[in-house]
């Protein structure tokens, strides 16, 4: 996959670009529907499938107090995107300027000037000064820039439309294993590991503190969660929040600490991801180190068991 991130820099000679539009954080089962029909677009006109996407998110520019927390680093949706089969992905920056941009201001210099032959979006699609333009007003300023318009149907969950709103909500709830369904695979959180407090050890479960790169952390619990690492998938139990029970240890932020079971190798300093796949309980205050201690004893036991049910389940 391609990336721009100038569009002086994009090709003027391609054939038959079929372009989606929108900032696609998490890539989700109602994204993945909108490139799907992208790129097989593109095939059967023997086009090239183009997304549109901005950085930062817009809202961090239109309103910053407002704009959320992405589910995504860079890396994580350029590499799911690659995957789904796209040509080339503009990444332009988004400028106050371009957010004064008018319908047909975003319609002549971004779409019709660059030669984008159909677009394809979702029914909630909004573009322009203060989301002025919707699908109609697109249609018909494809008309006239001589582009056509392809409207996806939204994807429900349980007569819930699936957007990335509604996983982000599901995330600070604790809840993953629905995000896991809503996403098309289990949410992944990455980073460096770096050099904690060493309580972990005491506790006979010594644990990997992550410096992350993601924004969004979900909801403080115990998690089922498999890590990667050197090129190897670990089962773990991962603990989100601020050691309420560690005397001279509870903190403000969460901290993201996984313990991988049957492993002594030291890491510090590699870069782990960890999927999370199912939340064994929220994080607690105990009466004391050796009630916590039994606690994850208990934790790592029923982690062990979802792990098994899990393998046999995939054979």
Do not use: W
């Not at 998110?57 to 890396?75: E, F, G, M, V």
């Not at 006979?204 to 050197?230: I, K, M, Q, W």
């Not at 994080?283 to 994850?296: M, S, Y």
């Amino acid at each position: 996959m391609q990336i721009i991130e100038d569009l002086a820099e994009f090709p003027q000679s391609l054939s038959y670009p079929v372009m989606a539009i929108g900032v696609f954080d998490g890539v989700h089962l109602g994204h993945q529907l909108i490139l799907q029909r992208l790129t097989e677009r593109a095939k059967k006109k023997e086009g090239t499938s183009v997304i549109l996407t901005f950085t930062p998110h817009p809202q961090k520019i239109i309103s910053p107090a407002r704009a959320p927390l992405l589910l995504q680093t860079r890396q994580q949706k350029e590499k799911i995107l690659e995957g789904l089969g796209v040509d080339i992905m503009l990444r332009l920056p988004f400028t106050r300027r371009l957010s004064l941009y008018s319908p047909p201001e975003f319609a002549r210099e971004i779409l019709h000037d660059h030669g984008i032959r159909e677009i394809h979006v979702g029914s909630n699609f909004r573009f322009g000064h203060q989301r002025s333009g919707d699908i109609g007003a697109l249609r018909t300023l494809g008309e006239e820039y001589r582009f056509k318009v392809h409207e996806i149907d939204p994807v429900y969950h349980r007569e819930t439309r699936i957007s990335s709103s509604y996983i982000r909500n599901l995330l600070t709830a604790g809840r993953v294993t629905l995000a896991r369904h809503l996403l098309g695979r289990p949410y992944q959180v990455e980073g460096t590991v770096v050099r904690g407090s060493g309580k972990g050890a005491q506790l006979s479960f010594p644990t990997a503190n992550l410096d992350l790169e993601n924004e969004l952390v979900p909801a403080s619990g115990v998690y089922v969660t498999r890590a990667h690492l050197n090129g190897k998938t670990y089962p773990a139990v991962t603990n989100i929040g601020v050691r309420p029970t560690l005397p001279g240890q509870a903190t403000d932020k969460p901290v993201v600490e996984p313990h991988l079971l049957d492993f002594e190798e030291n890491i510090y300093g590699k870069q782990m991801k960890l999927n999370l796949c199912f939340r064994l309980r929220a994080e607690k205050k105990f009466d004391g180190v050796e009630d916590l201690k039994r606690q994850i004893g208990k934790d790592v036991a029923r982690a062990r068991r979802y792990m098994k049910k899990l393998a046999e389940i995939l054979g």
